[in-house]
T-cell receptor
C-alpha cells in the first residue's frame, strides 16, 4: 500500500483566484493521478501526472485550467486556475502500486474546495 | 466520461443485516476494485479482484469478479454502524492504469 497526504485539506477561495494542491506519497511511485469529485457525485479522472513530462489530460480537462507538476516520484501538484463556483469539488490524488501482475490504486484524503 | 452502473443507488438497513450491491459495465475489465468513502475522506480500498470468477473476502466483506468480466458484486455480512458510507466500484485493465468508477451506493443504517 501507500500513505498519501494532501495539502490543504480544505480551502474557501474567491472566484478568479487560483489554488495549488499538493500531494505527497511515502514511497516512489511511477503513476500518480488527479481526480475531481463534484458534490454528491462519483470520481472523475482529471489527468495522469507524468514524472519528467507533461501531464496527460482526460477529455474535458485542459492544462490551462488544471496545470500539474510532477517534479519527482513522490510529489505532485494540481493547480485550479481562475476559479469559479463550478470548481467547488473534492480534489483527490491517487497513486498506482504495481505487483507482479496486479495494479491497485490508493487515494489521498482529498482537498475540499469551495469557491465563492 | 464512462461510468459503471452501481445498484442499488442507496440502501437503508438495520444493524446486523446483510448487504449486497453490484456493479455492471458495458465493456470488459480485467481488474475490479471496491472502495468505501466516508464523509470528508478519500476512498479507501476494500477489496481488489484480478481474475474472472474470483471470490475474495476481507473480514465481513466478500466480493466477486463476474465470469463475463463485465460485473462485480460486493456483500457485507452482519452490518455494523461503521459500515455507513458510500461504496464505489472501479474497473481497470492491466496496462491501462485509468480507473473507471461506478456511480456509488450509499449505505445508511437505521437505528
Amino acid at each position: 500500500s501507500a500513505v498519501i497526504s494532501q495539502k490543504p485539506s480544505r480551502d474557501i477561495c474567491q472566484r478568479g483566484t487560483s489554488l495549488t494542491i499538493q500531494c505527497q506519497v511515502d514511497s516512489q511511485v511511477t503513476m500518480m493521478f488527479w481526480y475531481r469529485q463534484q458534490p454528491g457525485q462519483s470520481l472523475t479522472l482529471i489527468a495522469t501526472a507524468n514524472q519528467g513530462s507533461e501531464a496527460t489530460y482526460e477529455s474535458g480537462f485542459v492544462i490551462d485550467k488544471f496545470p500539474i507538476s510532477r517534479p519527482n516520484l513522490t510529489f505532485s501538484t494540481l493547480t485550479v486556475s481562475n476559479m469559479s463556483p463550478e470548481d467547488s469539488s473534492i480534489y483527490l490524488c491517487s497513486v498506482e502500486v504495481s505487483g507482479a501482475s496486479t495494479d491497485t490504486q490508493y487515494f489521498g484524503p482529498g482537498t475540499r474546495l469551495t469557491v465563492l | 466520461g464512462q461510468q459503471l452502473n452501481q445498484s442499488p443507488q442507496s440502501m437503508f438497513i438495520q444493524e446486523g443485516e446483510d448487504v449486497s450491491m453490484n456493479c455492471t459495465s458495458s465493456s470488459i475489465f480485467n481488474t475490479w476494485l471496491w472502495y468505501k468513502q466516508d464523509p470528508g475522506e478519500g476512498p479507501v480500498l476494500l477489496i481488489a479482484l484480478y481474475k474472472a470468477g474470483e471470490l475474495t473476502s476481507n473480514g465481513r466483506l466478500t466480493a466477486q469478479f463476474g465470469i463475463t468480466r463485465k460485473d462485480s458484486f460486493l456483500n457485507i455480512s452482519a452490518s455494523i454502524p461503521s459500515d455507513v458510507g458510500i461504496y464505489f466500484c472501479a474497473g481497470a485493465n492491466f496496462g491501462n492504469e485509468k480507473l473507471t468508477f461506478g456511480t456509488g451506493t450509499r449505505l445508511t443504517i437505521i437505528p
